[in-house]
């Protein structure tokens, strides 16, 4: 969360600086801020809300200067108000910083006992101050820098002006990333290689503990006790290229529509279509040597290991421990080194999910990641890489990543069951023949559900709450369509396994509450059909999602139905996805909420 910019040029920097945060906006919007040096003095521009309002009062009030450092926030402490936006200043320092001071309580109590006044009530003021105090104590640039790392606890990315050192950026990263990118005659910083992409692929990544001083011409980068390091330096993959929204309204529609396209691209990395078997992928990872399979992950992606536990335990007979990443990390578990651990993320920066990672490594165990960005820290920590290959997600609330983090379970999965002989040749190409028919069969399902889509999500559209009911695997799926229309329309929803009804949910239900059931005609369908007339005993208006199969035998009368093909349980829950984004996408536009950019939602949470 929040993005950061540097960059130390030889041609004026506040436009570069803007449109590298433009690409780094998924970070956070709630503010955004410049500050420059010109005739040896630290400039700055600041402005709630979206980059928009920065841009309109660079124009108004522009800002000269050849080095500079810029953010874009998501609000921890303080409100997102133009006086908490970065840079914070304080006496000839300016700071942008991404994470959180932990201890900035105490550091706060300690500099205003000393006459400190502070202008904000973020944690991240405690940080200028303190530079401003060592250098006022007589500290150099640098001595102040690393007395300051010494002083501060939590996570960090942080870039530093000092107004009478007009040639250099320090930056220093422990925790949320940092990379730095060597130009021609400029150098630059920035929160990840895209937002340096327009300038720069020939990049460096800083690792925890890390602190760099930028000048023009290159950097010195060194460790926490204040050791000069090397750190390597590598081609970025990243593209200069934005994307855009195509022909559709919003990013989000765009990446639902994305789909039949994004996931035969993430199959074909995982399956041979020609002769419908999984190809080997990973060298690092044999799922066929563990015992166990520890998953984790956060919110959407955490939904995806889900429902990959069911398909390990079910193809691949491989026990499954999966948590929430901010749960997994602090519940002590016992780990063993025989069994694996696989993270889950679409950024490959969330926090939490990089700690357990972590935790994981340190406990012996081999980590699988299964990541959209190639390049992110969990990505680079891993042992083994499994790509999901879904492209840039703009829009926040996640939907291609999703299917595609399915679609790459489930061929681990088949693969996993292949690998430790509980999945047969003739299975192995049954299953492997249905996700390769996927694509086809989501393409088909996207052009004919539109006009019922757009109808119920006007209904849901003036519900308070709803209620997502699913059996099997879809259960994970119920709790991902509730959490897509809280996430964007506001709408209250929650997701229960349609078993646990009866343990409490259905005291909520009446004539106002209307209940999605995920229902294809499965394992599971006559038990799911119990649950819901349970609900209709009660007055509930249920929209049942099924297939032609069960529409054709379920007799109940629902207030709607959206029927989609029948298919085989393996894809089953990336064809049901597909109503359940676009009824949550439909319900918010027509509640015109800001679809792609959610309120107080960011695309990478890189704090816990
Ligand atoms: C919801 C959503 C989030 C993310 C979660 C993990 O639509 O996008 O719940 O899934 O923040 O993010 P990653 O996958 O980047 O670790």
Same mark, same amino acid.
């Given at each position: 969360?929040?993005?950061?910019?540097?960059?130390?040029?030889?041609?004026?920097?506040?436009?570069?600086?803007?449109?590298?945060?433009?690409?780094?906006?998924?970070?956070?919007?709630?503010?955004?801020?410049?500050?420059?040096?010109?005739?040896?003095?630290?400039?700055?521009?600041?402005?709630?809300?979206?980059?928009?309002?920065?841009?309109?009062?660079?124009?108004?009030?522009?800002?000269?200067?050849?080095?500079?450092?810029?953010?874009?926030?998501?609000?921890?402490?303080?409100?997102?108000?133009?006086?908490?936006?970065?840079?914070?200043?304080?006496?000839?320092?300016?700071?942008?910083?991404?994470?959180?001071?932990?201890?900035?309580?105490?550091?706060?109590?300690?500099?205003?006992?000393?006459?400190?006044?502070?202008?904000?009530?973020?944690?991240?003021?405690?940080?200028?101050?303190?530079?401003?105090?060592?250098?006022?104590?007589?500290?150099?640039?640098?001595?102040?820098?690393?007395?300051?790392?010494?002083?501060?606890?939590?996570?960090?990315?942080?870039?530093?002006?000092?107004?009478?050192?007009?040639?250099?950026?320090?930056?220093?990263?422990?925790?949320?990333?940092?990379?730095?990118?060597?130009?021609?005659?400029?150098?630059?910083?920035?929160?990840?290689?895209?937002?340096?992409?327009?300038?720069?692929?020939?990049?460096?990544?800083?690792?925890?503990?890390?602190?760099?001083?930028?000048?023009?011409?290159?950097?010195?980068?060194?460790?926490?006790?204040?050791?000069?390091?090397?750190?390597?330096?590598?081609?970025?993959?990243?593209?200069?290229?934005?994307?855009?929204?195509?022909?559709?309204?919003?990013?989000?529609?765009?990446?639902?529509?994305?789909?039949?396209?994004?996931?035969?691209?993430?199959?074909?990395?995982?399956?041979?279509?020609?002769?419908?078997?999984?190809?080997?992928?990973?060298?690092?990872?044999?799922?066929?040597?563990?015992?166990?399979?520890?998953?984790?992950?956060?919110?959407?992606?955490?939904?995806?290991?889900?429902?990959?536990?069911?398909?390990?335990?079910?193809?691949?007979? #491989?026990?499954?421990?999966? @948590? $929430?990443?901010?749960?997994? /990390?602090?519940?002590?578990? &016992? *780990?063993?080194?025989?069994? +694996?651990?696989?993270?889950?993320?679409?950024?490959?920066?969330?926090?939490?999910?990089?700690?357990?990672?972590?935790?994981?490594?340190?406990?012996?165990?081999?980590?699988?990641?299964?990541?959209?960005?190639?390049?992110?820290?969990?990505?680079?920590?891993?042992?083994?890489?499994?790509?999901?290959?879904?492209?840039?997600?703009?829009?926040?609330?996640?939907?291609?990543?999703?299917?595609?983090?399915?679609?790459?379970?489930?061929?681990?999965?088949?693969?996993?069951?292949?690998?430790?002989?509980?999945?047969?040749?003739?299975?192995?190409?049954?299953?492997?023949?249905?996700?390769?028919?996927?694509?086809?069969?989501?393409?088909?399902?996207?052009?004919?559900?539109?006009?019922?889509?757009?109808?119920?999500?006007?209904? #849901?559209?003036?519900?308070? @709450? $709803?209620?997502?009911?699913? /059996?099997?695997?879809?259960? &994970? *799926?119920?709790?991902?369509? +509730?959490?897509?229309?809280?996430?964007?329309?506001?709408?209250?929803?929650?997701?229960?396994?349609?078993?646990?009804?009866?343990?409490?949910?259905?005291?909520?239900?009446?004539?106002?509450?209307?209940?999605?059931?995920?229902?294809?005609?499965?394992?599971?369908?006559?038990?799911?059909?119990?649950?819901?007339?349970?609900?209709?005993?009660?007055?509930?208006?249920?929209?049942?999602?099924?297939?032609?199969?069960?529409?054709?035998?379920?007799?109940?009368?629902?207030?709607?139905?959206?029927?989609?093909?029948?298919?085989?349980?393996?894809?089953?829950?990336?064809?049901?996805?597909?109503?359940?984004?676009?009824?949550?996408?439909?319900?918010?536009?027509?509640?015109?909420?800001?679809?792609?950019?959610?309120?107080?939602?960011?695309?990478?949470?890189?704090?816990?």
């Amino acid at each position: 969360m929040c993005g950061i910019v540097g960059i130390v040029g030889q041609q004026p920097v506040s436009e570069r600086l803007v449109d590298a945060l433009k690409r780094l906006e998924y970070r956070g919007y709630d503010s955004a801020g410049v500050a420059t040096i010109t005739e040896g003095a630290l400039h700055r521009r600041r402005a709630e809300g979206k980059l928009v309002n920065l841009k309109t009062r660079l124009k108004e009030e522009p800002l000269s200067g050849t080095i500079g450092i810029a953010h874009t926030r998501w609000a921890t402490h303080g409100a997102p108000t133009e006086c908490n936006a970065h840079p914070h200043f304080s006496d000839g320092v300016a700071v942008v910083h991404n994470g959180i001071i932990e201890n900035f309580a105490e550091l706060k109590d300690e500099l205003a006992a000393a006459g400190a006044e502070f202008q904000t009530d973020t944690d991240t003021e405690v940080v200028a101050q303190l530079l401003a105090k060592y250098r006022r104590d007589g500290m150099g640039c640098q001595e102040a820098m690393h007395a300051m790392l010494k002083r501060v606890k939590g996570t960090f990315g942080l870039a530093i002006l000092f107004q009478d050192d007009p040639s250099t950026i320090i930056a220093a990263r422990n925790g949320p990333p940092l990379v730095i990118g060597h130009g021609d005659g400029e150098m630059f910083l920035g929160s990840d290689a895209i937002a340096l992409a327009p300038f720069t692929n020939d990049i460096t990544y800083l690792v925890d503990g890390d602190w760099a001083v930028i000048g023009k011409t290159g950097v010195q980068i060194f460790d926490s006790e204040g050791n000069v390091v090397t750190r390597p330096r590598q081609i970025s993959m990243a593209t200069a290229h934005l994307v855009d929204k195509g022909n559709h309204r919003h990013f989000m529609e765009r990446e639902i529509y994305e789909q039949p396209e994004v996931v035969a691209r993430a199959l074909g990395h995982y399956v041979n279509f020609i002769d419908n078997r999984v190809v080997p992928v990973s060298d690092g990872f044999d799922f066929a040597k563990v015992a166990s399979l520890a998953i984790s992950a956060c919110g959407t992606a955490y939904l995806a290991g889900l429902i990959g536990k069911y398909w390990f335990e079910r193809y691949a007979r #491989l026990p499954v421990e999966i @948590d $929430v990443a901010s749960e997994f /990390r602090y519940r002590e578990i &016992p *780990l063993s080194p025989q069994s +694996a651990a696989l993270f889950i993320s679409q950024s490959g920066e969330t926090a939490d999910t990089l700690a357990s990672l972590r935790y994981c490594k340190e406990h012996g165990l081999k980590i699988g990641a299964v990541i959209n960005a190639r390049e992110s820290t969990i990505a680079r920590e891993a042992d083994a890489v499994f790509p999901i290959l879904a492209g840039p997600e703009i829009g926040v609330a996640s939907t291609k990543a999703f299917t595609c983090q399915l679609a790459v379970l489930a061929a681990l999965a088949i693969g996993a069951g292949k690998g430790r002989g509980t999945v047969t040749d003739d299975e192995e190409q049954a299953l492997v023949k249905s996700l390769t028919e996927m694509p086809h069969i989501m393409r088909q399902v996207l052009n004919s559900i539109q006009p019922k889509i757009e109808l119920l999500s006007r209904e #849901l559209s003036k519900c308070r @709450d $709803v209620l997502y009911l699913g /059996r099997g695997t879809n259960f &994970p *799926l119920a709790m991902e369509g +509730a959490l897509k229309l809280k996430e964007i329309s506001y709408i209250h929803a929650e997701g229960y396994a349609a078993g646990e009804l009866k343990h409490g949910p259905i005291a909520l239900i009446d004539e106002n509450m209307p209940v999605i059931v995920i229902a294809p005609h499965d394992r599971f369908f006559d038990k799911t059909v119990s649950n819901m007339q349970e609900v209709a005993a009660r007055g509930g208006r249920i929209i049942l999602i099924t297939d032609e199969r069960g529409a054709a035998i379920s007799k109940l009368d629902t207030m709607h139905r959206i029927v989609l093909p029948s298919v085989e349980e393996i894809i089953a829950p990336m064809i049901f996805s597909l109503p359940l984004q676009l009824l949550a996408y439909h319900a918010a536009v027509f509640m015109g909420t800001d679809v792609d950019q959610p309120r107080n939602l960011a695309k990478s949470v890189t704090v816990e």
